[in-house]
């Protein structure tokens, strides 16, 4: 009888990827550590300046429209006790016992996000996308994006031994995924349908699926994406504004001029916190998409450094986490998290500053919204929850 394979040969047998080479140490039902503080702490910082960047952009559109200029800070004041409530809830679980709560979860978002396509959905900038709860408005697609993240984690660690497979591997969830995308599209929103993709397709490698699927699938989505943006009237004319903002100035591309305006006034150091003249009515709704335009005025470059710098440390920080995670679960919900922000805090930086095209997506932690800040904290917990059975430095 040949001997039961050690710890070295089961690694080699581990399918290729990030997963096999994250260290173990809390063994199934072991005992869990304390969170990670400092992500906690940069966690902390992003919200209440988040809080402050919304108050500064949005008083005097508060005192127009609601003739309250504390009303979007006390709303989005509001929506932090709630998240950081929701990362509480989280970060003193056990991730593992999330598993159990994975299908009910899915399940929770795919009805949500059907009745918005089905006529529930409260309207807003074109599209359908909110479901309104007395004075709070639910955007489902934020909800999927982490309810994706605990479905692949789940999926992925539970078929780790078949990952490089494409019957049982690869194609499950992309479907799964490719469902919820479809939903995204439906509303519409393009912005979170390619985040949910990305993110699938970035757990799938981590988990050490074949990259040759994960390209083939890239080259064959491009079609499709190029018939999406550019057989979709409003899709076209916002790719024609960002080839060239300035032939739309006055139409489409205004927002992303004015935005692009707002970073190049503010230069080096800023013109002074609460001194924006952006918006005095140029930037239209300078509290949520496009925040980081006033922020870059107001604080100039040194002021968007030092955001990316915390965005750059909570990075960090995520996979660090998921290289030291107790089990391939932890680090697939780590990566998720991880991939999550940093796509969101990407791409609306690159909308903001031009390099990108107009995307409905918000600053992670900064953007005034109910739903996602709430969202992202809800992540944050669970990211704090996978460290607390990481191995210690």
């Known amino acids: 009888m040949s001997p039961a394979p050690t710890n070295a040969r089961r690694d080699s047998m581990a399918p290729v990827g990030v997963a096999p080479y994250r260290a173990q140490s ?43 200029g504390q009303f979007f800070l006390l709303r989005q004041t509001m929506y932090a006790v709630m998240g950081f409530g929701a990362l509480a809830f989280f970060a003193v ?32 900038g074109g599209a359908a996308r909110w479901i309104r709860v007395g004075p709070i408005n639910i955007q489902p697609a934020e909800i999927a994006k982490l309810s994706l993240i605990v479905w692949l984690s789940h999926s992925l660690a539970k078929k ?3 990952i490089r497979t494409f019957s049982v591997g690869f194609l499950p969830h992309l479907l799964v995924a490719g469902f919820l995308m479809l939903l995204c599209l439906k509303q519409p929103d393009f912005g979170s349908a390619v985040v949910l993709l990305l993110l699938t397709f970035t757990l799938l490698f981590v988990a050490g699926a074949r990259t040759g699927y994960i390209l083939g699938t890239l080259i064959a989505a491009l079609p499709v994406a190029a018939y999406l943006v550019l057989g979709t009237e409003y899709r076209r004319r916002r790719w024609e ?22 970073f190049g006034s503010g230069g080096m150091t800023g013109v002074g916190l609460g001194d924006s003249h952006q918006k005095l009515f140029f930037l239209p709704e300078a509290h949520t998409d496009f925040i980081s335009a006033i922020l870059g005025e107001e604080l100039g470059f040194v002021g968007v450094a030092g955001l990316l710098l915390a965005y750059a440390f909570l990075i960090w920080r995520g996979v660090r986490i998921a290289l030291r995670s107790a089990d391939d679960h932890g680090t697939y919900l780590a990566f998720g998290v991880t991939t999550l ?21 918000t600053l992670p932690f900064i953007s005034y919204g109910g739903s996602s800040l709430i969202i992202d904290l809800a992540a944050v917990g669970i990211l704090l929850s996978v460290s ?3 191995k210690a430095a």
């Open 26 to 68: 809390v063994e199934k039902g072991g005992a869990l550590g304390r969170v990670d503080h400092a992500l906690l702490g940069v966690t902390m910082l992003l919200v209440a300046f988040g809080i402050v960047m919304v108050y500064s952009a949005s008083a005097v559109f508060a005192e127009h429209l609601h003739h309250n």
């Open 93 to 124: 679980q056990d991730h593992r016992k999330l598993r159990a709560f994975t299908y009910p979860m899915l399940g929770v978002t795919v009805l949500l996000m059907l009745a918005v396509v089905m006529g529930a959905g409260h309207s807003g």
């Open 160 to 162: 780790n031994e078949k």
């Open 241 to 262: 504004a960002f080839l060239d903002p300035a032939r739309f100035r006055s139409t489409i591309s205004y927002q992303l001029v004015e935005s692009m305006m707002s």
């Open 341 to 361: 922000l940093t796509l969101q805090a990407l791409i609306n930086l690159g909308v903001a500053m031009g390099a990108l095209p107009t995307k409905g997506l």
């Open 388 to 390: 607390r059975s990481a």
